[in-house]
């Protein structure tokens, strides 16, 4: 086998990969890709923080009342 043969499958191997990976992403989609470990999904629109009025993140909000922080 000659150097550019064998670039050339490891090439075609690793695109085909990952061509492979994306398309697993796109169509079983993962529960892990949907969720935070705190459980809240991950496009979650700012919230009021009822003590103060801002405006905070979701797991902000959780975080504070969960561990008291």
């Known amino acids: 086998m000659t150097r550019e043969f064998q670039l050339s499958l490891f090439t075609a191997l690793t695109a085909a990969l990952s061509v492979a990976c994306l ?18 999904p991950f496009f979650t629109p700012p919230l009021i923080n009822p003590e103060t009025g801002e405006a905070i993140e979701l797991d902000e909000l959780i975080r504070h009342y969960k561990y008291g922080d």
Request: cysteine-free; proline content about 6%.
């Open 23 to 40: 398309v697993y992403i796109l169509v079983a989609s993962p529960d892990y890709l949907e969720k935070t470990s705190e459980g809240t």
